[in-house]
């Protein structure tokens, strides 16, 4: 088939979480034979070549916090109009006439919105063509979660609003969706409950890529190592927590690195922030223990997945394992400040037996499952349209 994949910024650098995210969708569509187009923004300044079957519809500073007075530009519309804040960066005339132009010029026979933010685009959409809504998480929810926690004031009015609003938007797209692809199995179920004839099926992600073992005897950098994308809000107040309340029990013996942009303003001696890394998985196997110390978010957390996918034990919080189920035994799952440092002794222990073997063999099993669940939701397109059934 030809497909026509709307997402928000192009992802084949897989620079977020995100765009690890909808490269693994588009990797395992290709997988299974069909042609894919991908249109999505680049950010401002970035010269690289686009990859395999991506068009550029413009130019977006996508985090905010690098888009300067635009960003108030973007509230002041969004607040006019109506519509979510998170979605109103992404809304242009360019983008419209593109998905319009794309989907003539290719004879599409399926469109796939990857993202509430991509509901803008609803309306451009031909008569009768199949539509997957690709859902990264539950939108209303983690607006809701925030809001619960700002206090009072603006902030706390400004995530309802922003609840309320993504949360119309995601419905609605569940709703006119042929099928919703949800990365949990507890965020299909929220999806099927709330949208009266949705049809949502669980697509398990995996991890970015799979490492190699390690030679016996390798040497490691550090005891502990964490990496993500801290200037995101979830992931800040995630390390905010490690450095508050886990790092003044940890032993002065080990050494700590927090590899990614944005931990130099939250962390102090004796954690070392190291910024930007090249190769996450080079920095992931110099470490002998990975922390994902989450405490919201949602989704599908990527590093948990890619930690796990270095074959390198990990200690992580149940925020960080939402949606993987039964991981294998070189991951322990810790709370509270004194779990997660107990955790951290016992996998640190000289006698503590190697577990990366079993680690590799599990993330090779989720890849292999996901290329599977997507495959079988194409079938079904085909079934149907045999059948006379989705447009």
């Not at 400004?158 to 965020?187: F, N, P, Y």
């Not at 004839?197 to 890529?209: D, H, K, L, Q």
């Not at 440092?341 to 222990?349: D, I, K, R």
Request: with cysteine; aromatic share 8%.
């Amino acid at each position: 088939m030809n497909i026509v994949y709307c997402t928000t910024v192009l992802p084949s650098s897989k620079r977020t979480g995100g765009e690890i995210a909808t490269q693994s969708f588009i990797d395992a569509l290709r997988a299974a034979g069909h042609c894919v187009t991908v249109l999505g923004y680049r950010r401002p300044g970035d010269k690289s070549a686009p990859g395999l079957g991506e068009v550029v519809v413009g130019e977006r500073p996508i985090e905010t916090h690098h888009a300067g007075l635009r960003a108030y530009g973007w509230l002041i519309s969004a607040l006019g109009r109506g519509r979510p804040y998170s979605a109103e960066k992404y809304v242009s005339h360019e983008y419209r006439s593109r998905l319009r132009a794309t989907v003539s010029g290719s004879g599409a026979q399926v469109v796939v919105l990857d993202h509430a933010q991509m509901g803008f685009l609803l309306g451009d959409l031909p008569d009768r063509c199949p539509l997957v809504y690709v859902a990264h998480n539950v939108e209303r929810d983690i607006y809701l979660a925030q809001r619960a926690t700002a206090g009072r004031g603006l902030k706390r009015w400004l995530m309802g609003r922003e609840a309320r609003l993504i949360g119309r938007m995601e419905a609605r797209l569940a709703h006119c969706a042929d099928q919703t692809w949800a990365l949990t199995a507890s965020d299909r179920e929220k999806f099927v409950s709330r949208v009266p004839g949705c049809r949502a099926f669980v697509c398990a992600v995996p991890a970015t890529s799979i490492a190699e073992p390690l030679a016996v005897g390798s040497s490691m950098d550090w005891e502990c190592g964490l990496l993500g994308t801290w200037t995101w809000d979830a992931n800040a107040e995630g390390l905010r927590w490690f450095q508050r309340e886990v790092v003044p029990l940890l032993s002065q013996k080990w050494r700590v690195a927090v590899a990614g942009r944005g931990a130099s303003a939250i962390v102090s001696s004796p954690v070392e922030a190291l910024g930007f890394v090249p190769d996450a998985v080079d920095f992931l196997q110099s470490c002998k223990v990975i922390c994902i110390p989450a405490t919201s978010g949602g989704g599908v957390q990527i590093k948990t997945l890619d930690a796990i996918a270095s074959g390198r034990p990990v200690v992580a919080t149940s925020m960080a394992m939402r949606g993987i189920d039964s991981p294998p035994p070189s991951v322990r799952i810790a709370d509270t400040a004194d779990a997660f440092v107990a955790a951290l002794g016992h996998l640190l222990s000289p006698d503590r037996k190697e577990m990366g073997g079993a680690a590799l063999a599990w993330s090779r099993v989720r890849r292999d499952v996901f290329f599977e669940q997507i495959g079988h939701c194409m079938e079904e397109f085909g079934r149907a349209k045999c059948e006379g059934g989705y447009g």
